[in-house]
């Protein structure tokens, strides 16, 4: 399995900022994912990040709204800008090892 | 596109029954993962199906998976308390980055 940490952990933030969320996992690992899940719902792919490799985004998810990094294979960030309350979420990294992907904690974001 | 449906979406249950989840998708596909989410708490890997047939079990959950019918079941043998929690199903897209496609989840309460 994988050990994934996220930061933060949670964050009240304002509209109009950013926040960029980091995740990291204590193996080298080739795919990197990150999800959204709003309060009650289902998980939402974002994004797929490879490092070396620009991110490719899912159906209606744009780079300048999320844009991603993956500077080497055990790191990767993704920025939610200029957020309003509808970008409250919990936003989550996911990493693919040994057939399955793992979860990292969340990030529980609210925007006021 | 692939979509993936879970039925039921909510479930009570009084401990000691048995019951059974499922999960149906529109598309091909060889992977199919079962997650369990507590409330405020990231996903925990239970089972990854990889095979039509396969059938993965531990403690008093079983998952099947049917990859000709597009069904997999996730069977709750004499329920107890500590099994409630949210259930999500998730399917391998069949691409080349291994992206999930989540279920809507089963909120599954256990009652004394």
């Known amino acids: 399995s994988a050990v994934i940490s996220q930061k933060p952990s949670r964050d009240i933030c304002q509209r109009g900022t950013s926040l960029t969320i980091q995740c990291q996992v204590d193996?080298?690992?080739?795919?990197m994912f990150w999800y959204r899940q709003q309060p009650g719902q289902s998980l939402t792919l974002i994004a797929t990040?490879?490092?070396?490799?620009?991110?490719?985004?899912e159906s209606g998810f744009v780079i300048d709204k999320f844009p991603i990094s993956r500077p080497n294979l055990t790191f990767s960030t993704l920025t939610v800008s200029n957020m309003s309350p509808e970008d409250s979420s919990i936003y989550l990294c996911?990493?693919?090892?040994?057939?399955?992907?793992?979860f990292g904690p969340g990030t529980r974001l609210l925007v006021l | 596109e692939l979509k993936v449906e879970q039925n039921p979406l909510f479930l009570s249950m009084q401990e000691g029954k048995n019951y059974t989840i499922y999960c149906n998708y529109s598309?091909?596909?060889?992977?199919l993962y079962w997650y369990r989410q507590d409330p405020g708490k990231s996903l925990e890997s239970l089972f990854v199906?990889?095979?039509?047939?396969a059938v993965k079990q531990e403690g008093r959950l079983m998952a099947s998976l049917d990859t000709k019918a597009r069904l997999s079941t996730l069977h709750i043998t004499a329920a107890v308390h500590d099994l409630s929690a949210t259930y999500f199903c998730?399917?391998?897209?069949?691409?080349?980055?291994?992206?999930?496609?989540f279920g809507k989840g089963t909120k599954l309460s256990v009652k004394p």
């Open positions: 998730a399917v391998d897209d069949g691409g080349s980055q291994g992206n999930l496609i």
């Open positions: 990040a490879n490092q070396g490799s620009e991110a490719t985004y």
């Open positions: 199906l990889l095979s039509n047939g």
């Open positions: 193996s080298q690992v080739t795919m």
């Open positions: 996911s990493v693919g090892l040994s057939e399955t992907q793992y």
């Open positions: 598309t091909t596909s060889d992977r």
